[in-house]
Structures are given as C-alpha cells and as structure tokens.
C-alpha cells in the first residue's frame, strides 16, 4: 500500500499554478475575454470620431504632461491623461486602433493572395517528372532565402532608401506575412492533390485551373484564415516596433508604437505616455493569439479538444 506524505504548504503552492493553467485552457478553449477585447478594438476604430473624447491633433500646452484622472492632478479632460505636447492619450489610442486594424487587414490581406497563390502552385508541381517540378524548387528556395533575412535590417535599409510613409510600412508587413501561406499551403496541397476526387476529376477531363479553382482552393480555405487569425498580432507588433525604432509610420500619426517612442524619454516624469499604448498592443496581440489558438483546434480535428 502506498504512502502519499502531504508536507504542509504544499497544496498552497500547488493551487495557484493549477488555477492558472485552468484559467489559460479555459482562454484558449472560449476565448471570451480575448473576443470582448478584440469587440472593444473593432468598435473603436469604427467609431473613433465618435468615440475619441478629442480630436488626436489638439493641443494645449497647459495639460503638458498631465496626468491620467484617477492620479493626483487629474482631470477629466484628460482621462488617460496627455502626451508631452498636451494631446489626449486616449484619443490617440482609439485612433491608433484604427490605423493598427488597416495597417494589419491590407498587408495581411496582400501577403495572404500572395502567399497562397505560390504554396497552390508549388504544392500542385511539387514530384512531377516534367521540368515544372522547377516551379517548386524555386518557390521553395526563395521562401528559404526570405525567412534568413533579418527583417528589422530589410526595414531599416527601405526607410533609409525611401522616406518613412504607410505605404512603406504596408509593403514591409506583406512581405513579412507572405512566406508564412506558402509553406503550410503547400502541405496542405501535397495531402489533398493525392486524393481519390482529385483523381476522378482529372479522369473526368477537368482543367488545371478547375481542379485548383473547385476542389484545391475550398480545400485549403481553413488552412489559411488559421493562419491569417494567427499573424495578425504579430503583425500589429511588428508595425508597433517599426514604429518604435523610426522606421514605421512617422509622427504625430497616432500609431501605438510611435506613441511609446515619443514617451520613452519621459518614463521618470510621465510613466503613462508610453505605458497605455504599450498595454495596448500587449492586450491586442495576446487576444488575437488566443483567438488564432482557438480557430486553430476547431478547423483542425487532429487538434479539436473534445
């Protein structure tokens, strides 16, 4: 017969770590929180004109510095209290929303065609006899290529070459989002090109363009919006540090990571300049990974939790 020997203290330590992992299983199981997060994004950038107490461009140099409300020397005025030049910090930031949802939804959008397109067509040449199992090989050797580059350098060489602008910045993001489609599209594509209806339709006298068009593309649909749901905070962050380091979009644009670059140098007087945008994006970009994690187990049975 066994002995279980219980030390005193031990269910105390225990519990926390228990509770905590229950409460990120119950997250990435029914991501309610990270959705309501998201609904709050959503509506913000929406209605940022309705929303936003100010105008983001105002300016009034008596609230330089000022405080978020619930601290001593705060006022109403200035809810999340005001940057160095005395513009309203929340304002900035329902705007911001804004900019972060278009910077992410366009890039993602073109990296996404982009990418799929390529992952179809190297997937769908990929062991064929003929020389256009080269069309595989040189898909596949650019993306090899692409992911050792160091994209932080790729960005600082643009900005330097061309004037930091949106549009800068929404090429740099898609060409980051690309590479991630072509490699889990062509998986996918090599699994379903070998299947019997894929067979039937070529024996039927189906074309090329039919076969990827009626039965590759609806086939790999839930391959890409998993993978879409999961870049999106990613890209939102990487907008964030561009941003950041200068290389993103250029101020006053109310974009978070500029916003956390403008108040790094007053961290010791003005802790909220930077630290309100910064728990911005960390809320954002958490929210869409949980949610990212949770299409991902309901498109894919291997990983559904039951």
Known sequence: MAIITR??????????????????????????????????????????????????RDQDLRLR?????FMEGGTSERIL?????????????????????V???????????????????????????QSRWLIDEIIMRMV?????????????????????????????LAMLSWSGFVRNVRAEVLVIKNRDYI???????????????????????????????LQVGGLILAEASLSFLGAGIPSPTPAWGVMVSDGRNYLHLA???STFPGVAILLVVMSYNFVGDWLRDRFDPRLRQI
């Open 199 to 229: 067979a039937l339709a070529q024996v039927a006298g189906a074309s090329t363009t039919r076969l990827i068009a009626r039965h590759l593309l609806p086939g790999v649909i839930n391959t890409v919006l998993v993978i879409a749901s």
């Open 271 to 273: 802790w909220w300049e």
């Open 7 to 56: 030390y005193p203290g031990s269910l105390g330590r225990i519990r926390p770590v228990r509770l905590l992992s229950g409460g990120f299983n119950f997250l990435r199981r029914w991501p309610i929180i990270p959705g309501l997060i998201l609904g709050v994004l959503v509506i913000s950038a929406i209605f940022a004109e309705w929303v936003a107490p100010h105008d983001y």
């Open 144 to 172: 090899d290529i692409w992911f050792a580059v160091p994209f932080l350098l790729l960005a600082l060489v643009v900005v330097i070459r061309f004037d930091p602008s949106l549009k800068i910045v929404l090429i740099l």
């Open 81 to 101: 209290g005001a940057d160095r030049v005395g513009r309203d910090i929340l304002s900035r930031l329902v705007h911001g929303a804004r900019l972060s949802i």
């Open 65 to 69: 510095h000022a405080p978020p409300v």
């Open 103 to 129: 910077v992410a939804a366009v890039s993602l959008v073109s990296g996404g065609i982009l990418g799929t397109g390529l992952g179809v067509m190297a997937g769908w040449h990929a062991g064929e006899r």
